[in-house]
């Protein structure tokens, strides 16, 4: 499959420059003949593909998603080029409202408050870089943050919020501390110390996680949520793949990671127990949790609040969801439909399915209706 | 006499104006063109340092905490507030260590290669510690963090059991240690050293090498008469260039070496950051001015740290050659 696609952007590139050559040389053989084959390569496409480019940047903690994505719909679309440059949300932003990119990929909607230094905010100048029109936050992706864990000898371990706080704050020192004893009553549990790993750079991931201990616990959580891990114990290492892997390498470790990383060590995952039961991560119980959040934006802007303390059986409550940041107009005409066609392609239910192979929740149907419903609306 | 001045002035006119003639274009050429090298050199770096200080001077002044002693890191926000105490303790420790370790060890392998190992040996080698050079510092950063880290582990309990009470060697550590990731940067500039040592030990003038022996000096003796001293002056730029290898290394300190909060420890068994490191691995959020501002304030520290290294190293050579000539 890779290979005919590779195969196929190969000829693609070939008539292509058999094309430019045709068009500096005067009627011989040659040229005829190669355009002759560029019009049956371009030919061959049927006419509801797309075609054009499109720019993507930004978050990391999607890239996956949208790389898995763009490779299955520009095997729809072959003459559409999609690329996503992963380069962190912040940049993504930056880049976007800068206009270099078409669409902005963020862990966090844009900012309405102002930015430092009285500075315009993100949402303003989104708006700019929209010719005055309103940048919209569509919810495409989420993925679920898995509480990994290596203790020889425990395969299950339920944890409540405020347990969880309390490890990595560093209140609770061994995996055999009464608090998780409580909770997994019939495991045994080791007197391992506890090594607590954290993400050493700054990440949505830390964020999101810190938003959700801030929410469900804030009693043992009491810093302000940001990209930098507030914790004072254990070790930071530097983005997912390394806080997995010190997870792994030690006996007694726990971090917060993004769950395709936690599957891709093989690493246990916690089961979280918000008051409701203790709930196993899954691509469903997690997408049921962006279904809970609470809408915050305006029409179509779907910048989601997600209720971290929610006690509804069978959620999973620690997600990231991360958005696309779009132009609710003003994009030029070609783009637009690119976009909105990728977008959409996105949203599918078909698409979310596929994305759970690799680590992420699954929106549900009510999500998705809202989601193109925006779509639609973009012009 | 008068026919002595008469043929040197006919001698002389001539030549000069041939050698004049040939000498102003080519000349002119070589000279604008090398006129020109050194002058973009210079450029580059005025460059370079004014770019640094425009862009962090701003940050700076708004900056509440103090810059030089500080520990916190919070460049964001409305009352940003960052210092790199840490930053330059990491950044120092880390590369005298991965020096100590590795200045030794270049020496015996470039004496080795000079005066010991059997000249047909010494070719490949040389080119085996030169192979060395040209593994980029992701390669070493990837290998280090896993497969190396494992073996240090055992390593570094060990010294840490023995010398535990001397404040550097003190626990508990983690395997992600500024020990371990010193290590690595010592494997890295190892070859750099070692190259340019064996050159300039190979320089060593025989007459210096068989006076020694004709006093009746053994092998020993010759090197540590002859061969070390004449190449001390080399040896010390070598390590300078190694250092400042280690100095601004980024992603292999990246990879190995574990970010560690809390009180502050002298011990190299505790995790850090060095300044390139938590440059790189903040780069992807730099979403204000102001915020980026800070980092590139810690790069100019990098900056000025690496022009002092290279500077206290000219003037020990300078010295250096002064006693041995």
């Known amino acids: ?379 | 006499m008068s026919s002595t001045t008469g043929r040197s002035e006919i001698d002389a006119s001539p030549s000069g104006d041939l050698a004049g003639s040939t000498r102003r274009i080519g000349d002119r050429v070589f000279a604008g063109l090398s006129v020109g090298s050194g002058a973009f050199v210079v450029v580059v770096i005025a460059a370079v340092a004014i770019f640094l200080l425009v862009r962090a001077v701003p940050s700076l002044a708004h900056n509440q905490a103090d810059f030089l002693t500080s520990r916190v890191w919070n460049p964001g926000g409305a009352s940003p507030a960052f210092g790199i105490a840490d930053l330059l303790w990491v950044t120092v420790i880390s590369s005298i260590v991965a020096m100590v370790v590795a200045v030794p060890i270049s020496i015996g392998v470039a004496l080795f290669l000079t005066e010991y190992v059997p000249a047909r040996l010494a070719r490949p080698f040389a080119a085996a510690i030169d192979l060395l050079a040209a593994v980029p510092s992701i390669v070493y950063g990837l290998w280090g963090a896993y497969v190396v880290l494992d073996y240090l582990d055992s390593v570094q309990t060990w010294i840490g059991d023995a010398f535990g009470w001397i404040p550097v060697f003190s626990g508990p550590g983690i395997p992600n240690s500024i020990f371990a990731g010193s290590v690595i940067l010592s494997i890295m500039i190892l070859p750099i050293v070692t190259a340019l040592s064996r050159e300039v030990f190979a320089q060593t003038p025989a007459a210096h090498k068989e006076a020694a022996l004709a006093l009746g000096a053994t092998r020993w003796e010759v090197v540590r008469t002859a061969v070390l001293p004449f190449g001390r002056p080399g040896v010390i730029s070598a390590s300078m260039l190694g250092l400042g290898r280690a100095l601004g290394e980024t992603i292999a300190v990246l990879f190995i070496i574990n970010v560690v909060r809390g009180d502050f420890s002298w011990s190299l068994f505790t995790g850090g950051e060095t300044f390139a490191s938590r440059i790189a691995r903040d780069a992807g959020e730099f979403d204000t001015p102001e915020k980026t501002g800070a980092y590139i304030a810690a790069g100019l520290v990098l900056f000025l740290l690496t022009f002092a290294v290279n500077a206290v190293a000219r003037v020990v050579i300078e010295r250096r050659k002064a006693f041995t000539e």
């Open chain 1, 1 to 379: 499959m890779k290979l005919s696609r590779t195969a196929r952007l190969g000829g693609l590139a070939l008539a292509g420059s058999l094309a430019l050559v045709a068009c500096g040389s005067d009627n011989n053989s040659s040229s005829d003949s190669s355009s002759t084959s560029g019009a049956a390569a371009s030919g061959s496409s049927s006419a509801a593909a797309l075609s054009g480019s499109l720019d993507g940047e930004g978050s990391t903690a999607q890239k996956n998603a949208i790389d898995e994505a763009i490779a299955t719909f520009t095997q729809n679309n072959p003459n559409a080029k999609v690329s996503y440059n992963a380069t962190g949300s912040g940049a993504g932003i930056k880049s976007f409202n800068g206009g270099q990119v078409d669409w902005a990929g963020s862990d966090s909607a844009l900012k309405t408050d102002p930015g430092d230094g009285g500075a315009a905010s993100e949402t303003d100048a989104a708006k700019q870089r929209c010719s005055g029109n309103d940048a919209w936050n569509l919810p495409l992706v989420a993925g679920p943050i898995s509480v990994g864990y290596n203790v020889q000898g425990v395969d299950k371990l339920v944890l409540t919020p405020s347990v969880i706080a309390q490890i990595f704050l560093g209140k609770i020192t061994t995996w055999n501390d009464p608090a998780i004893a409580k909770l997994n009553s019939g495991a045994t549990l080791p007197s391992t110390k506890i090594s607590v790993f954290y993400r050493s750079d700054e990440s949505g991931t830390t964020e999101n996680f810190e938003k959700y201990l801030a929410g469900a616990a804030p009693a043992d959580f009491t810093a302000k949520p940001s990209k930098v891990w507030a914790g004072k114990t254990g070790q930071g290492a530097a983005k997912s793949a390394g806080v997995a892997q010190g997870v792994k390498s030690t006996d007694g470790g726990v971090g917060y990671v993004e769950w395709s990383n936690a599957k891709d060590n093989k690493l246990g995952v916690a089961q979280v127990d918000n008051g409701g039961g203790a709930v196993e991560l899954s691509a469903e119980s997690a997408g049921k949790a962006v279904e809970a959040a609470q809408p915050a934006g305006q029409g179509n802007d779907l910048r989601l609040k997600l209720d971290h303390a929610t006690k509804t059986p069978g959620v999973y409550p620690i997600v990231l969801v991360t958005y696309e940041i779009v132009c609710s107009k003003g994009l030029a005409a070609d783009k637009t439909a690119l976009l909105k066609g990728f977008l959409k392609y996105v949203a599918q239910a078909d698409t979310q399915k596929g994305l759970a192979d690799i680590g992420y929740a699954t929106l549900p149907d009510a999500v998705l209706s809202k989601v193109n419903t925006a779509i639609d609306a973009i012009s």
